[in-house]
């Protein structure tokens, strides 16, 4: 990513401010938010134009600090180390992004810890090696606090170490003319379908567990600008992936029938 041109983000307020002087601060960011929304597009956006390298790591349920930090592999016959995305990250300078990083093991904490204070290292058990971390190495994660589950949600002794920012889905005028960019669609079209995501959100909580992300309304306007109907575009991108429950869906595709007249 270093070097290249930063990819397309639309800021919705001092976000990269805030960003640019934890960055310089040498502090770790936490982004809370719901999925869909922008977190990852800013975060790419940011390491380009602060030129650093940028690690992603998608964290799930059996994701281990080992996947992180790296392990010995057997390579022709002989056991090497193989750096993990965080270590390689800790070596470069590089920006190191933990996307969901609540799914993560219980593990994966314990080694932020150390990373996320002034020490900033990281301890190789394994090796034996103490990392510090180089400069321009800094670490992000985002978590959605939507997912209302007890036993996924950080521990308070793991947020209090990061700066924290929350995002939401883009406000209409910003989201219409995100979705445009990104999918080349008239804004016309864009603005009924912005409307429709506007809608869909405020039935979070009765029929539906989260609303729809901009992700899926860029897919929907993705689909349209390619020749396919609003009907089945709308069907495919804005309904299907939100509720399997064939009358709350009848319900969304309604709307939608109503939204675009
Ligand atoms: P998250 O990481 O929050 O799940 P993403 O960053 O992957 O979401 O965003 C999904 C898509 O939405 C992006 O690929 C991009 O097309 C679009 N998007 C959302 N917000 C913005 C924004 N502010 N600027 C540019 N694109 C955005």
Redesign the pocket.
């Known amino acids: 990513m270093r070097g290249a041109e930063a990819p ?5 307020g001092d976000e990269c401010e805030i960003f640019a002087a934890a960055y310089g601060n040498g502090l770790p960011v936490l982004l809370k ?10 975060v790419a956006h940011m390491a380009a134009a602060l030129g650093r390298p940028l690690y992603t790591v998608a964290c799930h349920d059996d994701l281990t600090a080992a996947d992180l930090i790296g392990r010995y592999l057997l390579k022709g016959g002989e056991t090497v180390w193989v750096d993990g995305p965080l270590t390689r990250a800790v070596r470069e300078g590089a920006i190191c992004y933990l ?1 969901e990083v609540v799914e993560a093991r219980k593990d994966v904490a314990v080694v932020l810890h150390p990373l996320t204070d002034d020490r900033r290292i990281l301890p190789i058990d394994r090796t034996g090696e103490e990392l510090e971390a180089a400069p321009g190495f800094m670490l992000v994660a ?1 978590y959605n606090p939507g997912y209302q589950n007890i036993l996924k949600t950080l521990k308070p002794s793991t947020r209090q170490r990061f700066v924290a920012m929350e ?1 939401d889905f ?1 406000k209409p005028e ?1 989201e219409i003319a ?1 979705v445009t ?2 999918s080349g669609l008239d804004e016309g079209r864009v603005r009924s379908l912005v409307r429709l995501a506007g809608k869909l959100r405020g039935l979070k909580g009765q029929d539906l567990e989260e609303g729809v ?3 899926l309304v ?1 897919y929907a306007a993705t689909l349209i600008a390619g020749g396919m109907g609003v009907d089945r575009a709308i069907r495919v991108a804005m309904v299907e992936p939100l509720t399997d429950d064939e009358d709350v869906k009848r319900g969304l595709l309604d709307l939608a029938t109503a939204v675009f007249g």
């Open positions: 397309f983000y639309l800021a919705h938010g719901p999925t869909g929304c922008g977190k990852t597009r800013f996307d985002s995002f883009p910003h995100v960019r990104e992300s901009t992700r860029v």
